[in-house]
């Protein structure tokens, strides 16, 4: 049964760093493309960013520049590190494994982002 759990999300301030974490069992993490996507209030839920097996990495135009997506493989965890944090940045992230073509999502972490 494939799960993925993420953590990290808490409330931060403009200009802060967070590191958010996603705990995957279930299948064969090291195969598959792994993302990290976010749903503002009101929003449709968005691309992040998105990492593949071999390692190449995507991002939105939003957060170019600001967040990191990597991969540990021995732990099967999916990170995102987010720096320069702002108001718009606020969300819930979602953690999603590509697998045979399906997606797969975890229940979120919300990140909020206020002074």
């Known amino acids: 049964q494939v799960q993925l759990v993420e953590s990290g999300g808490t409330l931060v301030q403009p200009g802060g760093s967070l590191t958010l974490s996603c705990a995957a069992s279930g299948f064969g993490f090291d195969h598959n493309t792994m993302s990290w996507y976010r749903q503002a209030p009101g929003k449709e839920r968005e691309l992040v960013a998105t990492?593949?097996?071999?390692?190449?990495?995507k991002y939105a135009d939003s957060v170019k520049g600001r967040f990191t997506i990597s991969r540990d493989n021995g732990k099967s965890t999916l990170y995102l590190v987010m720096n320069n944090l702002k108001f718009d940045d606020t969300a819930v992230y979602y953690c999603?494994?590509?697998?045979?073509?399906?997606?797969?999502w975890g229940q979120g972490t919300q990140v909020t982002v206020s002074s």
């Open positions: 999603r494994a590509l697998i045979v073509s399906q997606g797969y």
């Open positions: 990492i593949t097996a071999y390692g190449t990495t």
